[in-house]
C-alpha cells in the first residue's frame, strides 16, 4: 500500500529506540533505593550508582525523540489548513487524560497505603495535578504538555530560512539564557520546565526537518559522539564535585562548564542510540528473532510502561523488600525485571481494549 499523500513514512527502528530509553527509565527508577541504601564508596554502591546515573540521559532521550517525530512527520503539514487544531486534539487530549487518570489512581493509593481518606485531600490533589507531583515520574507530561503546546508555534519558524538553518544554536542559546536566569532567580522545579530541555529538542527538532542527510551526518561522526559521551557521563558521574571545589572562586566558570559537560553527555547519549537503534534495527531478516520481536513490543508500548512500571515498584518495596533484604542487590535487579515485564504486559493488554487509551494514550 503506497503512502498517503505528505505523510512520511514510519520509521521503524525507532521502536528500538524506545524500548532501550524505558529500559533505562525502569532502571533509573529500581536503583534509587540501592543507591541510597548502601554506603558511600562501596562496591554495590557505585556499581548501582554508576548505572543510575548513567541511564539519567533516558528522559531527555525521549523528548529528543518526541521533537524528531514531530518535525518528521508535521513538516509536510505545514501549509495545510486546519492541522493545528487535529494536532492538539489528538496530542493534548492522549497525553492531558492519562496524566489526570494516573495522577488520580497514585494518589489514592499512596493515601490509602498510608492509612489516609484520600477523598479529604482533593485540595493536595489538584495541587499536585498542577505540580506533577502525584508520583515521581509524572512530572513528565508537564514538560511534554508543555512541548506540545509550543510546537505549532516552532513549527510555524521553520519557514523562515534564518530559523531553520541556525535552528539547534536558537534552541542552545535559549537553555543557556533559562540557566543563567536560574542562576540569578533560583527557579523552582526546573526539571519540570520545558526550557531545561531545549538542547535535545531542538537537535530533535533539526534531525527530524533534515532526516536522511542528518542520520548520515551522524552516523560519519559516531566516533567522536563516542568519545564524547564516554568523556561527557565520566566527568558529569564522578568528577562533578571536584569542579565545584576546584573552581569555587570562579562560579561563573563553574556553572558554564557544568553546563557545557551535562549537555555533551545527554546530547551526545542521544544522538549514539540513534545510531545504535538505526544500525541494529535496519539488519536484514531483524524480525526473525524473538528478542527483536520483544524489543519492538516494548518500545510499541512505552508510554504505557512509563506510566504502570512505578506502580509496580512500590507494591514490591511494600511487600517484598523485607523478604528479600538478605539479598538485597538481587531484589534489585528482581524488581527491574518485574516491574519491566509486568507493566509491558499490562500495557499489551491495555492496548487491545477500547477504553485503554485512558491509561496509556495513543
Not at 36 to 57: E, G, I, R, S
Not at 90 to 112: D, G
Not at 268 to 281: H, K, P, Q, Y
Not at 291 to 314: E, K, N, W
Request: charged fraction near 15%; include cysteine; proline fraction near 3%.
Amino acid at each position: 500500500m503506497s503512502q498517503p499523500v505528505n505523510r512520511p513514512r514510519r520509521i521503524e527502528y525507532l521502536d528500538l529506540y524506545r524500548a532501550i530509553a524505558i529500559m533505562a527509565v525502569v532502571a533509573i527508577h529500581a536503583t534509587s533505593t540501592a543507591v541510597a541504601h548502601y554506603p558511600k564508596n562501596t562496591w554495590d554502591h557505585d556499581l548501582f550508582y554508576f548505572w543510575n546515573t548513567f541511564f539519567q540521559f533516558a528522559v531527555p532521550a525521549f523528548l529528543f525523540l518526541s521533537s524528531l517525530v514531530l518535525f518528521y512527520n508535521y513538516s509536510a503539514k505545514l501549509n495545510e489548513k486546519g492541522w493545528t487544531a487535529s494536532f492538539y486534539k489528538k496530542r493534548l487530549f492522549y497525553i492531558f487524560v492519562p496524566y489526570v487518570a494516573w495522577s488520580l489512581i497514585y494518589f489514592v493509593i499512596k493515601k490509602w497505603l498510608a492509612g489516609k481518606e484520600p477523598l479529604e485531600s482533593s485540595m493536595q490533589l489538584v495541587k499536585q495535578l498542577v505540580q506533577g507531583t502525584a508520583h515521581t515520574h509524572l512530572y513528565f507530561f508537564l514538560i511534554i504538555l508543555q512541548f506540545y503546546i509550543v510546537f505549532p508555534w516552532l513549527l510555524s519558524l521553520t519557514k523562515h530560512p534564518w530559523f531553520r538553518r541556525y535552528m539547534p544554536l536558537y534552541f542552545i542559546a535559549g537553555q543557556a539564557l533559562f540557566y543563567a536566569l536560574h542562576l540569578q532567580f533560583h527557579f523552582e522545579r526546573t526539571g519540570s520546565l520545558l526550557p531545561s530541555y531545549l538542547i535535545v529538542i531542538g537537535f530533535g527538532a533539526w534531525i527530524g526537518l533534515n532526516f536522511e542527510w542528518a542520520t548520515k551526518k551522524i552516523l560519519h561522526y559516531r566516533y567522536a559522539l563516542m568519545v564524547a559521551l564516554i568523556c561527557g557521563a565520566t566527568i558529569s558521574m564522578y568528577a562533578t564535585g571536584t569542579i565545584k571545589t576546584t573552581l569555587a572562586e570562579w562560579p561563573i566558570v563553574t556553572y558554564v562548564l557544568l553546563f557545557l559537560i551535562r549537555n555533551i553527555f545527554i546530547l551526545s547519549a542521544c544522538l549514539m542510540l540513534l545510531i545504535l537503534s538505526e544500525r541494529v534495527g535496519t539488519r536484514a531478516r531483524r524480525k526473525e528473532y524473538r528478542v527483536s520481536r520483544f524489543m519492538d513490543s516494548l518500545g510499541t508500548v512505552a508510554f504505557g510502561i512509563f506510566l504502570i512500571h512505578p506502580l509496580v515498584l512500590l507494591f514490591w518495596r511494600r511487600e517484598l523488600t523485607d523478604d528479600l533484604a538478605r539479598h538485597f542487590s538481587l531484589g534489585i535487579v528482581l524488581s527491574y525485571i518485574a516491574a519491566l515485564l509486568f507493566s509491558w504486559l499490562c500495557a499489551m493488554g491495555l492496548r487491545r481494549l477500547k477504553w485503554g487509551w485512558v491509561l496509556i494514550g495513543r
